[in-house]
């Protein structure tokens, strides 16, 4: 998946005495389904959304000064997994301090943009070893994603680390299930993406919960 050219629009907001950089698609998802759930949220696409959302992920994790922003509620959405109410998508860096209530404000002032290309390496979305992932067991790990619902979109904060624990996982729905559902067309492909610390160690702003993103077509 690494070197594949992604065509984005790329806007300079200013806002609060702040200027954000936006990156968004070039041309935005025709299929896609993300809703806020009883557990967290639950993410329907196909294999174009799934490459895209993929690229998303990998430019958030290594683009600290960038918020990535993928308009999932305008498409078309898979009517037998329709409930709650659609939400766009924002992924960022936690060092970029964003706070998500301020995203409708810098949304609304995005303009046209500029057409880029975003090429990304093929160790944008490493697999990380066994034990890299059990540390996230423990109550002195930090490195989680955040998660924030501000202005009809999930908004998903992390650092470079708590990307990549989970980058595997991105990678295998743009590559592996289009070929797994092709074989078994009944086939159940999907990541579980947890957001926030884990239940053993709760956080009572944002309580444990997991983005479920399924490969549906």
Do not use: N
């Not at 060092?95 to 390496?121: C, E, M, N, Y």
């Amino acid at each position: 998946m690494g070197g594949q050219k992604w065509p984005v629009l790329v806007s300079a907001v200013q806002f609060g005495g702040h200027q954000y950089r936006v990156v968004r698609p070039a041309r935005a998802p025709r299929f896609a389904g993300l809703y806020e759930g009883r557990l967290g949220a639950q993410f329907c696409l196909d294999k174009e959304t799934a490459m895209m959302f993929a690229q998303a992920w990998g430019l958030a994790a290594r683009s600290p000064r960038t918020i990535v922003y993928l308009p999932l509620r305008r498409a078309e959405r898979p009517a037998h997994q329709s409930w709650g109410r659609p939400l766009d998508l924002v992924l960022l860096h936690h060092r970029l301090a964003f706070p998500p209530s301020r995203w409708k404000q810098v949304r609304d002032r995005l303009g046209i943009g500029s057409l880029h290309t975003v090429v990304l390496p093929g160790d944008a979305w490493p697999s990380r070893p066994v034990a890299d992932h059990r540390r996230s067991w423990y109550r002195e790990f930090r490195d989680h994603i955040r998660w924030d619902i501000a202005a009809d979109t999930l908004v998903l904060t992390g650092s470079r680390e708590a990307f990549e624990l989970e980058a595997d996982q991105v990678r295998g729905l743009a590559e592996q299930c289009p070929a797994h559902r092709a074989r078994t067309p009944e086939a159940h492909c999907c990541a579980e993406i947890g957001m926030g610390r884990t239940r053993r160690y709760p956080d009572r702003r944002r309580p444990y919960a997991e983005l479920h993103v399924e490969y549906t077509r």
